[in-house]
């Protein structure tokens, strides 16, 4: 009797211990997708928990991006996921904050389309721990909601199809080979020599992907049928560039001070990148012909930030007529970002003592090289707060495209010379 009931209490405490994972497959993990980015430490088959730490060459920027798929699991149970950031280093050997690496809320998606953000992860000593229920035998994680190059190669070739006025073109070829797409909406084309030109770029720095979101959701509106953008095409060319440094988004590398220098302190008589030379190539050409009126440039900023900001000019570079202009415009953009990230009032700059190669950065460059009737700034929205997932930030693209048309009502070009 006895040993009967030892022998069912045994099967009752196997069951219980087997129950959470009855039937869970083996978790397996693969970065090896454009974009990805993890070297696995641990995968705890009974625990159903995985630990890994970014896998980027410093050499090829800051290795605070990561994005890995799960296979394997059973459909409803908890995943756990621990990224350990705790030894990044940046290229010249110093240690990099594991801030960068951590969010609050990860993202994660079990289609690698729709990605929605973690539950609050648990913080220590430079690691961060999220658990999540997933739906589906297989699930992606990630520090943000990735943006790979098929995403925008997608995206300029889906808005070409579906708006005459849009045409997807190649900017260049990447040092490897790859290609970097682009695309301009042009209106009408009797009037191209006297249109104004307006340039919209993100991911100088690979690993910020937010950037490319909030510039999908600008340029979604800027083609729509909103009033506003229907105005602003009747009288600016819009050119955007959802990802200048290609090949580190495409390797899961971060970009962010890579070796020799990363794309925005690349702004100079010789730039190293090509994306870097069409794009200056470009605005100075534009503003020659008297047409540039503004440049932005999309990032993401530390993990402090809780709201979407802008470099303004540095005293240095900063005319009366371009000051004016720049508070004008952030002004409009004040009007139209305010839920549910509102513009912050602190406006930093970046000049000799945020860098030494400050005056190589984009906007910098634009600041010192163009007429004084363009606007040449940075936006940097905040990805650690829990609107920053892809709708968040395409709300703040829309609203920035808002900005724009409110600002460009009176042409910035009759205000000068
Ligand atoms: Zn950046």
Redesign the pocket.
Known sequence: MLGRRIGLIGLILSVIVAAPHAGAGELTVSSAFDGGSAEVLEIDQTGRSIKIRPAGDPQFGWPCWWYFQVTGIQPGEEITVTVDASQMKQANGKKLSSNWALPEQAAYSVDQKHWLQTPVGVRSDGTCQWSVKVDANQAWFAWGPPFVPADAKKLVERLSREHSDVAAFELCKTRAGREVPALVVSHDESETDSRMVIWVQAR??AW?SGGSWVGRGFIEWAVSDAPQAVELRKKADIYFVPIMDIDNVATGNGG?NQVPHDH?RDWSETPQWNSVKTAMRSLKAFDQQKRLVLFVDL??PGSNSKRPFFYVTPPELATKKRKQLQDAFIAACRHEMKVPLELDQNTPSTGPKYDQRWKEISSNWVRSATRECVVGITLETCWNTKHSHPAGYMTVGRQLGLGIARYLKTDPRQLSE
């Open positions: 100088q720095h910020e962010k925005n990032h993401n």
